[in-house]
């Protein structure tokens, strides 16, 4: 059990997780950089609650099978033990040097055909008549489960958002990146303003962060935020007016071997220093599930805004903006509700089970997170999703919602949640030493 009694019982005195302060990287350049044992408890109080990033050295990483298998003995990747591996297998490939809107327009291609690619932009120099193409978004983990080529520490294991996936079968959130020195990924904060974190296998990046809020000084006349973070367009008043009021980025550089804590809706811009290759997952989980729901109403009022001229002459006017939001945002309210409730029953059940001895009816992966997290974490996952529930009952737009073809109301998932809390307090098992 790795979540102590202590961290619950702070954690859960914050039935809304206060604002988080940023001042502190206003004018720092520096994060927080572990390179020794690290508690759980630590982690989850000194930067998911604040939602600070940190960096963690290349001994986290030092066993993982990607570092020893996808890597040369001269630290680039390892072309041909890659091939053995992927060969034929279709991956997502943007062009750095195209725009559209504001992301990098994407193909699919053979795996081999992107390492062909790689090879002679190498051979010449880091350039290539077809632009700079980066491997990206990548669902190896999903497209091969039984390489096991890394393993998710244990700090970002709390895991909703690809809990929620797996339970479906349709998606994740799992990420493998692999990118030619000079690739980028241009200005962006992460879906649903999900955590983020990003190992790196070989290879070096640099960081650009931004603090929540921050962004908004970044932006031009017409509200939108920046393609390229470091253009001299921004210096350009007429164009972006508050540019001079943004704080300057924190600019970090990521090492072989180490991994990039990227907290919640922080704004940022990273490039491949050297030929590269990385693993990233976006996760969400009870620390952070505030600023999810806060985004998705962001995203709900401006749909509402953009159609508001069609409000009284449609009847599905509430419904439509609902289907606009999921199409812009991958989720409306129905569907968040859903992953609240997946969350929420995983939970109870792992709780039950604590105490009764049966087993439960999930994922062994699952079973095994719950299990290393313990029932304090359980107990703290209930609570915040809970308290998410209530907002979407006080909620106008979700009150409008047809909820009679769901299979569990949210007032009697709430009524279930503070049941399970109850009882499993009533087992001691939250007080016991």
Same mark, same amino acid.
């Given at each position: 059990?790795?979540?102590?009694?202590?961290?619950?019982?702070?954690?859960?005195?914050?039935?809304?997780?206060?604002?988080?302060?940023?001042?502190?990287?206003?004018?720092?350049?520096?994060?927080?950089?572990?390179?020794?044992?690290?508690?759980?408890?630590?982690?989850?109080?000194?930067?998911?609650?604040?939602?600070?990033?940190?960096?963690?050295?290349?001994?986290?990483?030092?066993?993982?099978?990607?570092?020893?298998?996808?890597?040369?003995?001269?630290?680039?990747?390892?072309?041909?033990?890659?091939?053995?591996?992927?060969?034929?297998?279709?991956?997502?490939?943007?062009?750095?040097?195209?725009?559209?809107?504001?992301?990098?327009?994407?193909?699919?291609?053979?795996?081999?055909?992107?390492?062909?690619?790689?090879?002679?932009?190498?051979?010449?120099?880091?350039?290539?008549?077809?632009?700079?193409?980066?491997?990206?978004?990548?669902?190896?983990?999903?497209?091969?489960?039984?390489?096991?080529?890394?393993?998710?520490?244990?700090?970002?294991?709390?895991?909703?958002?690809?809990?929620?996936?797996?339970?479906?079968?349709?998606?994740?959130?799992?990420?493998?990146?692999?990118?030619?020195?000079?690739?980028?990924?241009?200005?962006?904060?992460?879906?649903?303003?999900?955590?983020?974190?990003?190992?790196?296998?070989?290879?070096?990046?640099?960081?650009?962060?931004?603090?929540?809020?921050?962004?908004?000084?970044?932006?031009?006349?017409?509200?939108?935020?920046?393609?390229?973070v470091t253009s001299a367009e921004l210096q350009d008043r007429s164009l972006f007016?508050?540019?001079?009021?943004?704080?300057?980025?924190?600019?970090?550089?990521?090492?072989?071997?180490?991994?990039?804590?990227?907290?919640?809706?922080?704004?940022?811009?990273?490039?491949?220093?050297?030929?590269?290759?990385?693993?990233?997952?976006?996760?969400?989980?009870?620390?952070?599930?505030?600023?999810?729901?806060?985004?998705?109403?962001?995203?709900?009022?401006?749909?509402?805004?953009?159609?508001?001229?069609?409000?009284?002459?449609?009847?599905?006017?509430?419904?439509?903006?609902?289907?606009?939001?999921?199409?812009?945002?991958?989720?409306?309210?129905?569907?968040?509700?859903?992953?609240?409730?997946?969350?929420?029953?995983?939970?109870?059940?792992?709780? #039950?089970?604590? =105490?009764?001895?049966?087993?439960?009816?999930? &994922?062994?992966?699952?079973? @095994? *997170? $719950?299990?290393?997290?313990?029932?304090?974490?359980?107990?703290?996952?209930?609570?915040?999703?809970?308290?998410?529930?209530?907002?979407?009952?006080? #909620?106008?737009? =979700?009150?409008?919602?047809?909820?009679?073809? &769901?299979?569990?109301?949210? @007032? *009697? $998932?709430?009524?279930?949640?503070?049941?399970?809390?109850?009882?499993?307090?009533?087992?001691?098992?939250?007080?016991?030493?």
């Amino acid at each position: 059990m790795i979540m102590d009694r202590e961290a619950y019982r702070n954690s859960c005195s914050l039935v809304k997780i206060p604002s988080q302060s940023y001042e502190q990287f206003w004018s720092s350049h520096f994060v927080d950089y572990i390179d020794k044992d690290l508690s759980y408890s630590k982690f989850f109080k000194k930067y998911l609650l604040p939602n600070h990033p940190c960096m963690f050295s290349r001994r986290f990483t030092e066993e993982w099978k990607c570092r020893k298998q996808w890597v040369t003995e001269e630290g680039k990747p390892n072309f041909q033990k890659l091939l053995q591996d992927f060969d034929e297998t279709p991956v997502p490939v943007a062009n750095c040097n195209a725009k559209e809107y504001n992301a990098n327009p994407k193909q699919v291609m053979p795996f081999k055909e992107f390492i062909h690619y790689w090879k002679e932009y190498i051979q010449n120099g880091h350039s290539s008549p077809k632009g700079c193409l980066y491997l990206k978004d990548w669902h190896m983990s999903r497209d091969f489960p039984e390489h096991n080529v890394y393993i998710t520490p244990v700090f970002f294991t709390s895991d909703w958002l690809n809990e929620y996936w797996d339970a479906l079968e349709v998606d994740d959130y799992r990420f493998v990146y692999m990118g030619p020195k000079g690739s980028w990924t241009p200005f962006h904060a992460d879906v649903f303003r999900s955590y983020s974190w990003s190992a790196n296998i070989c290879g070096r990046k640099k960081w650009l962060l931004y603090p929540p809020g921050q962004e908004d000084f970044l932006r031009d006349t017409h509200g939108n935020l920046p393609y390229d973070v470091t253009s001299a367009e921004l210096q350009d008043r007429s164009l972006f007016p508050q540019f001079e009021e943004a704080c300057q980025p924190l600019e970090i550089i990521q090492e072989a071997g180490e991994i990039i804590f990227v907290p919640s809706g922080w704004h940022h811009q990273v490039y491949n220093l050297e030929d590269t290759i990385s693993i990233n997952h976006n996760w969400l989980n009870g620390c952070n599930i505030d600023i999810m729901w806060q985004f998705l109403q962001n995203e709900l009022s401006s749909v509402q805004k953009e159609i508001d001229e069609w409000k009284n002459t449609m009847d599905s006017w509430h419904q439509h903006c609902q289907v606009i939001m999921k199409a812009c945002s991958g989720i409306d309210y129905g569907e968040f509700a859903s992953f609240m409730k997946i969350v929420a029953e995983n939970r109870m059940a792992f709780l #039950n089970a604590c =105490f009764s001895g049966e087993s439960s009816d999930y &994922s062994r992966h699952l079973s @095994e *997170t $719950l299990t290393t997290l313990g029932p304090y974490h359980a107990a703290f996952d209930l609570e915040r999703v809970a308290h998410v529930i209530e907002c979407l009952l006080c #909620n106008e737009d =979700f009150k409008r919602l047809d909820h009679s073809t &769901s299979s569990l109301q949210p @007032e *009697t $998932l709430l009524l279930q949640i503070r049941d399970a809390i109850q009882s499993t307090r009533g087992q001691h098992l939250l007080y016991q030493e």
